[in-house]
């Protein structure tokens, strides 16, 4: 508020009785220190009127908020009336567990309502620690152990439903190179079988990964509900048995699978060279270096995948030695446009030698290698199967 400023004009107001019409109130004081001015003095106030002590009249209530009982004083609330109460169920401690939901009636004992708020604090927490504590290893822990249990039946015959589709896939596995000798008539084919493994191997872990977790959990929980470790125990030798044989089971389609992903880009770089040697026969030299970019990608692609787990170091070198085939052939193309005799000579002994070296033992994978490494394996997945089902 800014006190320099002018004042507004006096507003015709109301003069209460007992005042000179058109005198304001409070006229009749003058500012301090001013003589005093002879304007007429206001009466003296009365008192309240008759009737009205300064309390609220007899029978007229107390205001009170809406729903509450009207005191009868106009002060302070009424003796009589009990003190707020919470409404049942707002007392509790919600906990969430492997994925179950539970209540825990968590209620103060009224005496620790009494103490100094600080000390009811604290008291109260440790109060309700305990009872939470109390709870979890009498009441809840061992509900979600059995709940865990159950899980792990049913996930573990779950698995067990999948031993067909599994067998199949392997029964593929086996016969993974046996293919007709014509490249192209061996593409579509294999490509198939190529997404069948990989559909296996992606049956085979998504059971491995249910089982090891369930497995987890029960691990975690045989710890803090002991009246439930028999039963823990028993379903965790159980999910073991299961978890092991699926990890062979794992490992054999994972070799599989690591082949194909050779086999496929090996066999069409193979395609390639076959139109490569077909122009060839025809003196075709353009048409001879045109399949040529293609096969050397298609190559070194199965060049890159050929060291992953599972595979047998024949198939490395194979691919390498007809990596060097394929590179000798298009320098014998180039010899050839340019009428280079040498190089030619020098190409055509350099391609050779590498076909020679893919038919040697150190670059041939025995036609039953698949059988004799994946058969054991398959065993183990098959006995583990077998048990789910015969404690089923």
């Given at each position: 508020?800014?006190?320099?400023?002018?004042?507004?004009?006096?507003?015709?107001?109301?003069?209460?009785?007992?005042?000179?019409?058109?005198?304001?109130?409070?006229?009749?004081?003058?500012?301090?220190?001013?003589?005093?001015?002879?304007?007429?003095?206001?009466?003296?106030?009365?008192?309240?009127?008759?009737?009205?002590?300064?309390?609220?009249?007899?029978?007229?209530?107390?205001?009170?908020?809406?729903?509450?009982?009207?005191?009868?004083?106009?002060?302070?609330?009424?003796?009589?009336?009990?003190?707020?109460?919470?409404?049942?169920?707002?007392?509790?401690?919600?906990?969430?567990?492997?994925?179950?939901?539970?209540?825990?009636?968590?209620?103060?004992?009224?005496?620790?309502?009494?103490?100094?708020?600080?000390?009811?604090?604290?008291?109260?927490?440790?109060?309700?620690?305990?009872?939470?504590v109390l709870v979890l290893f009498v009441g809840v822990l061992p509900a979600v152990a059995t709940s865990q249990i159950s899980s792990a039946n049913q996930s573990l015959k779950t698995a067990a439903t999948h031993q067909d589709k599994?067998?199949?896939?392997?029964?593929?596995?086996?016969?993974?190179?046996?293919?007709?000798?014509?490249?192209?008539?061996?593409?579509?084919?294999?490509?198939?079988?190529?997404?069948?493994?990989?559909?296996?191997?992606?049956?085979?872990?998504?059971?491995?990964?249910?089982?090891?977790?369930?497995?987890?959990?029960?691990?975690?929980?045989q710890w803090v509900a002991p009246s439930k470790g028999a039963g823990i125990t028993a379903a965790r030798n159980r999910l073991n048995g299961a978890i092991g044989g699926l990890k062979q089971a794992d490992q054999a389609l994972t070799a599989a699978v690591n082949e194909t992903k050779v086999i496929q880009p090996y066999n069409d770089a193979l395609i390639d060279y076959g139109k490569i040697g077909a122009a060839l026969a025809k003196h075709d030299l353009v048409g001879a270096g045109a399949p040529y970019p293609d096969a050397q990608q298609k190559i070194d692609q199965a060049v890159s995948n050929s060291h992953a787990a599972g595979l047998p170091p024949q198939i490395a070198k194979q691919v390498s030695s007809f990596s060097d085939v394929l590179q000798n052939t298009e320098s014998l193309i180039q010899a050839i446009q340019a009428k280079d005799t040498a190089g030619i000579k020098k190409s055509t002994d350099a391609m050779n030698a590498a076909l020679k070296a893919m038919s040697t033992p150190d670059e041939t994978v025995p036609a039953d290698y698949e059988a004799k490494t994946f058969a054991p394996m398959q065993k183990a997945y098959d006995a583990a199967m077998k048990a789910i089902k015969s404690a089923s």
């Open positions: 508020m800014n006190c320099r400023n002018p004042l507004p004009p006096p507003q015709p107001s109301y003069t209460p009785p007992g005042y000179p019409q058109g005198q304001q109130p409070g006229q009749g004081y003058g500012a301090p220190n001013y003589p005093p001015q002879n304007y007429p003095q206001q009466p003296q106030y009365p008192g309240a009127p008759q009737g009205y002590p300064g309390q609220p009249p007899q029978g007229y209530p107390a205001y009170g908020p809406p729903g509450y009982p009207q005191q009868p004083g106009p002060y302070g609330p009424d003796p009589g009336y009990g003190a707020y109460a919470p409404a049942p169920g707002a007392l509790g401690t919600t906990l969430r567990l492997f994925g179950q939901t539970f209540t825990l009636p968590v209620a103060l004992p009224p005496a620790l309502l009494a103490l100094p708020l600080p000390t009811a604090r604290a008291a109260a927490g440790v109060v309700a620690g305990l009872v939470v599994t067998d199949a896939v392997f029964a593929q596995a086996f016969t993974l190179r046996n293919n007709t000798s014509d490249p192209v008539a061996a593409k579509a084919q294999f490509d198939k079988v190529a997404k069948s493994l990989n559909d296996g191997l992606s049956l085979v872990r998504s059971d491995e990964q249910a089982l090891t977790s369930v497995e987890q959990r029960l691990a975690m929980l």
